[in-house]
């Protein structure tokens, strides 16, 4: 299964040109490598209303899977992502955003500063993940295996639940 993925990063300095945008990058090149596809990139500042307005104008394209934040996460002031992620989810995905920080949590005690959340508006997945570029792709590599049993939940996909049988110990 191909997933269609769009990554925004959520940096003020970058926005502004001041500082190269190098996680959106290497989110673009791991998701790539596993066969699918990341064609749309973009940077906006620390802004709630401006991260909001773009995940719900890309939701609303009807062409993506998943929408990856990068970046806005954590206890400064600024970072805003998690409260402009949840104006405009639906529902909650805690799990994925609990695996991301368990995940973490084996690399740095920093990991449980993370306030990341992911959560589905429509048949599109939102994920939050740390601003930079390692912990980027290590978050999005700790719950890559289960992205394309969820897009297929979500599409209603008619063999998606044959995937639930297979995965019990009975």
């Known amino acids: 299964m191909k997933l269609r993925f769009g990554i925004l990063t959520v940096s003020d300095r970058s926005s502004r040109g001041q500082r190269a945008d190098l996680s959106g990058p290497a989110l673009a090149d791991f998701v790539r490598a596993r066969g699918w596809d990341a064609?749309?990139?973009?940077?906006?500042?620390?802004?709630?209303?401006?991260?909001?307005?773009?995940?719900?104008?890309?939701?609303?394209?009807?062409?993506?899977?998943i929408l990856l934040t990068t970046g806005g996460?954590?206890?400064?002031?600024?970072?805003?992502?998690?409260?402009?992620?949840?104006?405009?989810?639906?529902?909650?995905?805690?799990?994925?955003?609990?695996?991301?920080?368990?995940?973490?949590?084996?690399?740095?005690?920093?990991?449980?500063l993370s306030r990341g959340l992911a959560g589905i508006r429509g048949r599109t997945i939102i994920i939050n993940l740390p601003g930079s570029p390692k912990g980027a792709v290590e978050s999005l590599q700790s719950v890559a295996e289960v992205l394309e049993h969820a897009v297929k939940l979500l599409r209603e996909d008619a063999g998606a639940e044959a995937g639930h049988t297979a995965m019990s110990k009975e």
């Open 73 to 112: 996460t954590g206890f400064a002031p600024r970072d805003v992502t998690p409260e402009a992620t949840r104006d405009v989810i639906e529902r909650e995905a805690p799990g994925l955003a609990e695996a991301i920080r368990a995940e973490s949590l084996k690399v740095t005690p920093h990991a449980m």
């Open 39 to 65: 064609s749309l990139l973009d940077v906006v500042p620390d802004e709630r209303s401006q991260i909001a307005s773009t995940l719900t104008s890309w939701c609303a394209r009807g062409d993506l899977d």
